[in-house]
């Protein structure tokens, strides 16, 4: 059984580095924004209670988060472990998680700024599946629709200069000083997150004393 949570700013590669990581080790991979842009999609009362909050880039309160958290966890599904992602993103956050579950790593992406804002910038999510897209790394064969099930492509909501710029804010004060906890502990292994996402996934896996990743 492993346990890993994967920390980043944004646009550092979270999303596919814990998809590919997850795949191959049989793990569930937990993402605290998809499952709150499942329920803002799907307009339950939970979405209600954080859609405007969410678009502004802005962090939903920790009661709210450590309830989806929990409940997520609960469901058991991860016989051999999960990934999560976008989770702890402030201290409360990593003393609830600490307290319930002992953890085998942290996965630290690091990527400077404006390489965050270029990334981020260029992101797209399918309006009808929720594929994502990046016009730089990852484009559509049909400029703005999804390959897989022709749904139209949009930015995410978040994805404006002002609400980037409020995460960014947010994750410098409010994040690193998880990571220093995590750090304390000494769980954490710090990646390039620049390279493309086989070597990042490459690096990933043999600074966690993995079997080699193989495409
Ligand atoms: P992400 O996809 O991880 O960037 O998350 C999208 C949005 O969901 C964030 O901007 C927050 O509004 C909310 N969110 C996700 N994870 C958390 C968290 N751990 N704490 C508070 N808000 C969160």
Redesign the pocket.
Known sequence: MRKYVIMGV?GSG?GTQSTLLARDLDLAHI????I??WHVQSHTKLGAQ?RR??AA????G?DL?EKVVRDRLEQHDWNYGFII??????RR?AEFFLESYDIDGVVHLELPEEEVRRRVLARRLCARCGMDYNLIAHRPKESDRCDVCGGELVPRE?DTPQALAS?LRDYHDKTNPVLDLFRRKEYVVTVDARPEKVSVQREIRARLGLPPYEP
Not at 31 to 34: C, H, K
Not at 85 to 90: A, C, I, K, T, Y
């Open positions: 944004q979270k993402s605290v924004g998809d709150f842009r954080t909050v969410m880039g802005e962090l939903v920790d988060v992602d976008g989770f702890p993103r402030n956050q978040d995460r």
